[in-house]
């Protein structure tokens, strides 16, 4: 093998890196750390198919391609094929170069013209570290060593590569005592030199590999939060010391704390080359501060310590909403509006990226933008436009963990929706939720790390935010290759249960992580039963977040004045027709594996998608039953009783459908949303969905003693 650095390279895979490997001549006209790995990408994919042809490539920067887009064009032989590869830069080879890989993977005759350009500039992961966590618990506790693995870190970039996701956002309330020993400040970090130096080289690895393959890397913290050890010897921030941090509260303002995160904005920058950019939340104990004290704050911090660093970086600013905020100290201006003055005005080289929650805590719903983060929504941070800066959509999921998920379609209309020219692109990610350590899987069916698991979902996010006009092919392909010919009819069950959760979502108005569970249906505003499954009466009472949904109550005046739903509106005996039609349908597909043997992947996967069409008819069976309920304590109807306990009795079947699919591929696991959130500590209880199941048979009974007492 050789490989050249230079003006130009030659790389040949000679016939010994595998018996029967085609010779690969590759050229490019520049070389970088992209490159590289773009190089290494293909050396791989060759070395490991043997039947791949002779190749020539090229790669070429192409500036008539726009920026991390590129353009294939390939020419087949008798003996192989060419290919040049034009990129807009060297993300765009990369990309290119991953897209013939994709098509390799078919067969080489399927290596054809292909072009795509990057919709938008900005595709991030969201990932808590486990370190300093926003949220406690055993199920955010329980991924440290696997978040201190370098070799964790390389298949999950690689993963972000494989589907176009660009930027790495890594969130902590203070992680940076265990980046660096601030020089005026060293008590903040009590690790011993030689525990820093191996926490830097674990840094500093992290922050080179994610550059190589041309992914930004950034730290996000918590505003006045500090590290534990500066907390305890400056008698300052006490928040900080606890292992369980209450979020709900004054935030500190000595100036010993601007002054020493200043300063480690400025070293921090200084230490790690590769890092691209910081960032600060401004909610939970900044509570008492007013938008204007915020903004200075920041300034004071983060943007004098950028000014002081040998570098510019890039900065991402969250932006706050009204609810839960003190007086913003203007009459007449809202704080978004005070927000808005605030980061026009700070001096910074590049544009501010923004972050604000599409519909809160709970993205996965309703595709159209109903809130954001309390308080009544406005458009203060895009109308106008904005020049400095730039909004980006914060996707949080907090619904579903486990079952794994695929639907397209909702991805693509929620992009075409929500991105006009002021929108800068997509945040992806949990609060409760750390992709890393599969905690889920029995041993036995365990097959890597926990993003694993979900990759359709990643790969539907990331290619279509990358593309939004992909059509289902290439994820229905991407399911062949796994798993033959049924790759179509799993892509196929698991779309139509995937609808479940973002129904259910629409239909129950939820705001903060914890308010909604959709894979367990389960709420913490369910405080009639001690298991939080979502009941009859919470279906009654809740107002749908999506407009166009027609809560129980609505429904009913509109039939009891005898009028039509109007046809805008979906009424919930639609809805649950519609879930228990999708279930139906999907179970229906499903039916054929019952009889076969199959692999342990995707025996797992078929659980899934059977769990999600189960959960779907149970979802549909519980609305009928609720709007039976609500007409029978209404009207005394002995008919609607009867109708109600039916609906339950067809629900509870789908649930202990739902605990015998899960309990084989699932172990009883850690879960955040049962946490006491009292200030109490954790929950002991471990999630599973068998575990539901006596509050669902207990609910029907309930129903049943309620009808049979009305009847005497």
Request: aromatic share 12%.
């Amino acid at each position: 093998m050789t490989h050249s650095h230079g003006i130009s390279f030659i790389l040949i895979f000679f016939s010994w890196v595998t018996a029967f490997a085609g010779e690969v001549t590759l050229t490019a006209d520049s070389s970088d750390a992209v490159q590289d790995y773009t190089l290494q990408r293909l050396e791989k994919a060759y070395a490991e198919h043997s039947a791949y042809p002779d190749t020539q490539i090229r790669f070429t920067v192409d500036k008539q391609v726009a920026a991390e887009s590129y353009r294939n064009e390939v020419t087949h032989e008798p003996s192989g094929f060419s290919v040049t590869i034009h990129g807009g830069d060297s993300r765009g080879i990369l990309y290119g170069t991953t897209a013939l890989l994709e098509q390799l993977s078919v067969s080489p005759r399927s290596v054809v013209n292909c072009e795509e350009t990057a919709r938008l500039p900005f595709r991030a992961l969201k990932f808590n570290l486990p370190w300093m966590s926003y949220r406690a618990g055993e199920a955010l506790r329980l991924h440290d060593e696997t978040c201190h693995d370098l070799a964790f870190w390389e298949s999950f970039m690689d993963m972000m590569v494989d589907n176009r996701f660009n930027a790495l956002t890594l969130w902590s309330l203070h992680p940076f005592h265990l980046m660096i020993r601030n020089e005026q400040f060293p008590e903040a970090c009590e690790l011993s030199d030689a525990e820093l130096a191996e926490w830097q080289t674990f840094w500093h690895t992290l922050f080179t590999m994610a550059k190589e393959r041309g992914i930004e890397t950034y730290i996000v913290n918590w505003n006045v939060f500090v590290s534990p050890g500066f907390a305890k010897h400056h008698n300052v921030a006490k928040y900080s010391i606890d292992a369980s941090p209450q979020y709900i509260g004054p935030g500190d303002r000595a100036d010993v704390i601007k002054d020493y995160t200043r300063t480690t904005v400025t070293q921090l920058i200084n230490t790690y080359p590769n890092l691209t950019g910081l960032g600060v939340s401004l909610g939970e104990r900044m509570q008492d501060f007013t938008p204007f004290e915020r903004e200075q704050w920041i300034q004071d911090t983060f943007v004098e310590g950028m000014k002081e660093a040998k570098r510019p970086i890039r900065f991402i600013h969250r932006l706050p909403f009204s609810k839960g905020n003190v007086d913003s100290g203007a009459p007449g201006l809202t704080t978004e509006q005070l927000t808005r003055q605030g980061i026009e005005s700070l001096t910074l080289p590049t544009t501010v990226l923004t972050e604000a929650k599409f519909n809160w805590s709970h993205a996965h719903s309703t595709p159209k933008l109903r809130k954001i983060h309390g308080g009544k929504m406005g458009d203060a941070y895009w109308n106008p436009p904005p020049t400095n800066y730039k909004v980006h959509w914060m996707v949080r999921n907090e619904d579903f963990f486990a079952l794994r998920w695929a639907e397209p379609d909702f991805v693509r209309t929620h992009i075409q929706m929500n991105t006009p020219d002021y929108i800068g692109g997509y945040y992806l990610g949990s609060e409760c939720y750390i992709p890393a350590k599969d905690y889920m899987t029995p041993s036995e069916l365990s097959t890597g790390y926990a993003f694993e698991r979900q990759w359709l979902y990643y790969m539907i996010w990331g290619r279509l935010l990358y593309n939004p006009e992909l059509t289902d092919e290439p994820f229905i392909q991407a399911c062949r290759l796994r798993y033959g010919d049924a790759g179509n009819d799993l892509f196929e069950a698991l779309k139509l249960g995937s609808r479940m959760p973002l129904r259910l979502a629409s239909f129950y108005d939820v705001g903060w992580d914890f308010t909604l569970y959709s894979e367990g249906f389960m709420s913490n505003t369910a405080q009639s039963n001690p298991e939080r499954l979502i009941t009859v009466e919470e279906l009654m009472e809740r107002k749908p977040m999506e407009p166009n949904y027609l809560s129980i109550e609505e429904y009913i005046k509109i039939i009891r004045s005898d009028r039509s739903v109007p046809k805008d509106k979906i009424s919930p005996l639609d809805l649950a027709n519609e879930l228990i039609q999708d279930g139906n349908d999907a179970l229906n597909i499903l039916e054929p594996f019952s009889d076969q043997k199959l692999s342990k992947e995707l025996m797992v996967e078929v659980a899934d998608a059977k769990a999600w069409a189960y959960l779907s008819i149970y979802f549909g069976e519980k609305l009928k039953a609720s709007v039976a309920l609500y007409r029978f304590r209404e009207e005394k109807n002995a008919v609607q009783g009867s109708q109600a306990i039916q609906y339950l009795k067809n629900a509870v079947k789908q649930w202990e459908r739902l605990s015998a699919v899960t309990d084989p591929v699932y172990v009883e696991m850690p879960l955040a949303q049962i946490h006491k959130y009292n200030g109490q500590g954790p929950d002991p209880r471990l999630f599973h969905w068998k575990h539901l199941l006596p509050a669902a048979r207990a609910e029907l009974q309930r129903v049943r003693d309620e009808v049979e007492k009305n009847d005497e």
